[in-house]
T-cell receptor
Framework: QKEVEQDPGPLSVPEGAIVSLNCTYS??????FMWYRQYSRKGPELLMY????GNKEDGRFTAQVDKSSKYISLFIRDSQPSDSATYLC???????????FGAGTQVVVTP | KAGVTQTPRYLIKTRGQQVTLSCSPI?????VSWYQQTPGQGLQFLFE???????NKGNFPGRFSGRQFSNSRSEMNVSTLELGDSALYLC????????????FGPGTRLTVL
């Protein structure tokens, strides 16, 4: 069993819809949680970073962490075709590097 | 501020050869991590360097090695290349321990023939 599970999709939504993404993890030592967006043939781009349970909002993006359930989510409101990309969840146990990634979910937003 | 830069962007090698990839972190960042990304295994951690010292190492064979210089620039080396080493190699930099976020470069796409 992988430490971080993420449905690879693809997830297809119409423009303007809410995109809902999630990851589950098994290692309770994970403390820091990130969401990255990766366009084809590009490096991952940091979207959201949080280290506490609860919600964090940044523009159209909301990250949610539930440490008791070992579950994290990312919501994208008012989705645009430019949001079409692969979204990767990542987490780590301490403030050093060594991120553990999910498989990534491919999102397609259709006009 | 300039982002993380990686050179070269594309590389084609044959089995048995060795390769060196380079990464320049964001100015002021002292930690550099390397990852391998493949369609089958996704993103996997290779190693992390901070102040020229390896801090963490992933589950890769000894053919994969790295180092960091005093200016925080980092290199990774893969010796005796195998077909399975074909991947996107990503470098990420982090300021240190003050903040914890990592920023990725565009990657070096290595093809082994």
């Amino acid at each position: 069993q992988k430490e971080v599970e993420q449905d690879p999709g693809p997830l297809s939504v119409p423009e303007g819809a809410i995109v809902s993404l999630n990851c589950t993890y098994s290692n309770s030592a994970f403390q820091y949680f990130m969401w990255y967006r990766q366009y084809s043939r590009k490096g991952p781009e940091l979207l959201m970073y949080t280290y506490s349970s609860g919600n964090k909002e940044d523009g159209r993006f909301t990250a949610q962490v539930d440490k008791s359930s070992k579950y994290i989510s990312l919501f994208i409101r008012d989705s645009q075709p430019s949001d079409s990309a692969t979204y990767l969840c990542a987490m780590k146990t301490d403030s050093w590097g060594k991120l553990q990634f999910g498989a990534g979910t491919q999102v397609v937003v259709t006009p | 501020k300039a982002g993380v830069t990686q050179t070269p962007r594309y590389l084609i090698k044959t089995r048995g050869q060795q390769v060196t990839l380079s990464c320049s972190p964001i100015s002021g960042h002292r930690s550099v991590s390397w990852y391998q990304q493949t369609p089958g295994q996704g993103l996997q951690f290779l190693f992390e360097y901070f102040s020229e010292t390896q801090r963490n190492k992933g589950n890769f064979p000894g053919r994969f090695s790295g180092r960091q210089f005093s200016n925080s620039r980092s290199e990774m080396n893969v010796s005796t290349l195998e077909l399975g080493d074909s991947a996107l190699y990503l470098c990420a930099s982090q300021p240190g321990l003050v903040t914890d976020t990592q920023y990725f470069g565009p990657g070096t796409r290595l093809t082994v023939l």
